[in-house]
């Protein structure tokens, strides 16, 4: 497990995606696994009950060769340096609850003839039998709510926080992995032994075997929890190491800049599209800010900025130039951009009165007009001649056409 | 009618499992589940019909309440898919009809049906307690190498095995 | 109430309208709803006997019409709710505005009724092929006349869209099929009715692509309409609901019952319907969350 850098997967952790998407993800990973359960016989009671009765372990092959394709693929991401197992989300262990809740559930998977996720796709399949246990599940649930001061001291009996066995245990996740795979070959071929035995005994047919198809899946899981193994040792690409060939995480964000005559026609005409923030210490901000602009507060700042709306742009500014980026910002999602010159340029250039230009040609005009009207409209003073200035309100001609930064 | 389809075969049946549990993984970065959301089914069935005592319950108040939208998790719209998945898989089979499972020697509907409904109770309380299933806890955190998972997932074949000789007539 | 003068405040100005639109709550997706179905089962048998020169065996498909009639006036129960100003229903009838679409909609209203009607009685007296093409006509019209209902408030993103009426017809259809599918039928009828519904529901997935994409290529508005759909809080409900459960799974459902001769279940009618319900509340829903005020400048 590469701790320093981020790896590609998973890829949620890695921000690939939002919250929406996530769920959108849901769905169709459920669609998928109902589909593989019902394929693997598990939409009908009597194909589960039967590995209780030694006459078909189906069960115990499917969950089994499931759990070591699972574990063995991610075995050997994880020592590529693709995949960080501890960022995944990982059942906690609280032993006695676990072991309690584990022999009651077993009881009521004989009793009901499904567990809770296969109950859901025998119910799909038309099996009002799966329907009932569905519901048995819900009200079971909330029978465990309602009497929750009798299992209230059970259920944290033996909590001991996540705990994997390569940690508890002292072994590499890959040699773990291996063994896995060993366990369950051996798990099989009991299964089968029983399966053929208790048929013979009980002149029933015994499930078709298929010994063709079963060694080549065992075959692939076998080579790749090999794979596993040979990664462990490879010096510095194994776990624990190699963060130079995790990809780069997230890009620097870009930062754009402001310039203040911009920031002062876009406060104008299109509030909406800007989050102004005085990032100023909070007794200087309270004195002078500019016009719509909010004091970053002093406690949880950068809380406070992830919470603003990031269809706007956020504006940050301080007394000058803010070196950028400000890493106050980083958990906004929206665009970023900076004052440039920060408030003493926003204060010269449309706090302060606009000079008469020198040279009277039309753009230097057209410029002061502007300056003049966007003065006017912070400072309530009057518009200055020329008389013929723009309005202050909205309706004004962008100025000069140099707006930049403040969208998008 | 068409013919059913067989089963697939099991190992090829758990690799696609597995493959399915993996991508989940890593697109995700959790695995798969199904008690968590019939739990957020029944507490936001339990509060539209008491919204105040709900909100205000130990145990229930976590998830439904002012603010909350009980329905808002991973695991209800992945047992949304599930039942979609388990319904595409079942009719493209040949397998999708209105019926009651039940051994060689069926029960009395009724009777099997109440067997499904103890179980079904049985297992709530046991998923609540143990925090998840046999796709939650043992298929997921067993892949996952979780300890805890482990020791539910002997526990689950302990319990079944020990329950099986009473509840031969049902399933032999 | 003072009851001579009603004042009302239009547009943005009203304070219910900004920053995010929460005056509609259940009553008019499912006022929209109701009246898509309405407009299916008004179009669907009467369609069905022009293309087959005499009327459909099965007697649910004939009463079609009549339940156009009586879903529509749940529906405008559900509408009436939503009303602010109840007693004053009648004066929609007072004039005709015919630039605005909720006076073509109450006259819409009052059309389907005599249509619904005559279409399931048959006098001897009308001639019959003129009576059904007007009743696919009124369906047609109550049927886009939903989705315009939408599209008209231009103060919302996500609803300025001209495809919404194609839309709203398609998926009407679509759960007009679904809603017959679901009651005893002869056999040729639920046949055509699969086939109908499978090829709405891709004329359903093929309108809201346009709809995505006409929201992605438009301008930024447009944009964070797309947004609200693909990405917002209400996106897991349009793809999860909308997409996949309505749309996407029946069709593979309709698909493996015609291809493979499959025995009809009632899964694909059923998450049809949810699908459609879904539609027309999260069309509503992340409508009146996208605002003008937030659009990124």
């Known amino acids: 497990m590469s701790e320093t850098a981020m790896t590609l997967f998973p890829l949620y952790a890695a921000d690939a995606f939002g919250y929406e998407a996530f769920l959108v993800l849901g769905t169709l990973i459920g669609v998928a696994f109902g589909f593989v359960l019902e394929r693997s016989g598990f939409g009908r009671a009597p194909v589960l009950a039967a590995q209780f009765y030694g006459s078909d372990t189906r069960v115990l092959k499917v969950m089994f060769t499931g759990i070591v394709t699972a574990l063995v693929g991610m075995t050997v991401l994880d020592g590529a340096g693709l995949l960080d197992i501890s960022r995944l989300v990982i059942p906690e262990t609280i032993l006695w609850a676990q072991v309690a809740g584990g022999l009651l559930l077993g009881v009521g998977f004989i009793v009901s003839g499904y567990c809770p996720g296969t109950s859901v796709v025998s119910a799909a399949s038309g099996n009002v039998d799966g329907l009932v246990t569905v519901v048995g599940v819900v009200a079971g649930s909330l029978v465990f709510g309602v009497a929750w001061p009798v299992f209230q001291p059970l259920h944290d009996a033996g909590a001991m926080g996540v705990v994997r066995l390569p940690d508890l245990l002292g072994v590499p996740q890959a040699l773990l992995a291996f063994g896995v795979f060993a366990m369950a070959v051996g798990a099989f071929g009991f299964g089968e032994w029983v399966e053929r035995a208790l048929g013979s005994r009980r002149g029933e047919p015994v499930p078709a075997s298929q010994p063709r198809v079963r060694n080549r899946v065992l075959a692939g899981l076998g080579g790749a929890s090999a794979i596993g193994l040979a990664l462990l040792l490879v010096p510095g690409d194994g776990p624990g190491g190699a963060p130079g060939d995790a990809p780069p995480g997230a890009a620097p964000r870009h930062v754009a800049s402001i310039e203040p005559l911009a920031l002062a026609a876009d406060l104008v005409e299109r509030p909406w599209s800007l989050s102004l923030v005085d990032v100023r210490p909070a007794a200087e901000c309270e004195a002078a800010r500019i016009p719509g602009a909010a004091c970053l507060p002093a406690d949880d700042p950068a809380g406070f900025l992830a919470a603003l709306p990031p269809a706007r742009t956020l504006v940050l500014y301080a007394a000058a130039d803010l070196p950028p980026p400000p890493d106050v910002g980083s958990r906004f999602t929206g665009p970023v951009a900076v004052l440039r010159g920060g408030f003493d340029a926003f204060r010269s250039a449309v706090l302060a009165k606009p000079e008469l230009p020198a040279a009277p040609d039309a753009a230097a005009v057209a410029a002061f007009r502007t300056r003049s009207a966007l003065h006017g409209h912070f400072t309530g003073a009057k518009t200055q001649a020329p008389p013929a200035a723009v309005p202050a309100r909205s309706g004004a001609p962008a100025p000069g056409g140099k707006k930049k930064g403040g969208g998008c | ?172 | 109430m003072d009851p001579t003068i009603v004042e009302t405040v239009h547009g943005r100005a009203n304070p219910l309208v900004d920053p995010t639109l929460s005056v509609w709550g259940w009553e008019i997706p499912v006022y929209l709803f109701l009246g898509g179905l309405a407009a299916g089962l008004m179009i669907l048998p009467a369609a069905l006997e022009l293309a087959r020169g005499r009327r459909p065996d099965s007697v649910w498909v004939r009463l079609g019409p009549l339940l156009a009639a009586a879903l529509l006036s749940l529906g405008m129960g559900a509408l009436f709710l939503d009303l602010e100003h109840k007693l004053y229903v009648w004066r929609f009838y007072l004039a005709f505005k015919p630039a605005s679409p909720m006076s073509w909609g109450a006259w819409i209203l009052v059309l389907v009724y005599p249509v619904a009607f005559l279409a399931w009685w048959d006098p001897a007296w009308l001639p019959r092929r003129a009576v059904l093409w007007t009743a696919v006509a009124a369906g047609g019209a109550l049927g886009i006349y939903t989705g315009i209902l939408l599209g008209a408030m231009a103060a919302r993103p996500g609803w300025n869209s001209a495809v919404l009426g194609p839309l709203f017809l398609a998926s009407g259809l679509s759960t007009g099929a679904a809603l017959l599918l679901l009651l005893p039928l002869d056999a040729r009828d639920r046949h055509a009715l699969v086939r109908i519904d499978a090829v709405a529901l891709v004329a359903e997935a093929a309108l809201l692509g346009v709809l995505l994409i006409g929201f992605a290529s438009g301008d930024r508005t447009a944009h964070l309409a797309f947004e609200h759909l693909t990405t917002r809080n209400w996106a897991s409900a349009f793809w999860s609901l909308v997409v996949v459960a309505g749309i996407s799974v029946p069709l593979a459902f309709e698909a493996l019952e015609i291809r493979r001769k499959l025995a009809f279940v009632a899964v694909a009618p059923v998450l049809v319907l949810v699908g459609g319900l879904s539609l027309r509340f999260v069309l509503v829903l992340s409508g009146q969350a996208s605002s003008f005020d937030e659009f990124p400048g």
């Open chain 2, 1 to 172: 009618m068409t013919q059913e389809k067989p089963f697939w075969n099991p190992y090829v049946g758990g690799f696609v499992l597995g493959l399915v549990l993996l991508g989940s993984f890593l697109v995700v970065g959790n695995g798969l589940g199904a008690s968590g959301a019939a739990n957020r089914l029944g507490v936001g069935a339990a509060y539209l019909v008491a919204p105040e005592t709900v909100a205000a319950h130990e145990v229930f108040g976590e998830y439904a309440g002012p603010g909350k939208n009980v329905l808002d998790d991973w695991l209800v719209f992945e047992v949304l898919g599930v039942f979609l998945g388990g319904a595409l898989g079942a009719y493209s089979a040949g397998r999708m009809r209105r019926g009651i499972q039940g051994g060689p020697r069926p029960l009395a509907p009724w009777k099997r049906l109440a067997f499904a409904f103890a179980g079904g109770l049985l297992m709530g309380v046991a998923a609540r307690l143990a925090r998840g299933c046999t796709s939650g806890q043992a298929l997921t955190g067993g892949a996952l190498l979780s300890a805890g998972s482990w020791a539910f997932m002997m526990m689950v074949f302990a319990g079944g095995y020990l329950a099986a000789p009473f509840l031969r007539r049902q399933w032999r």
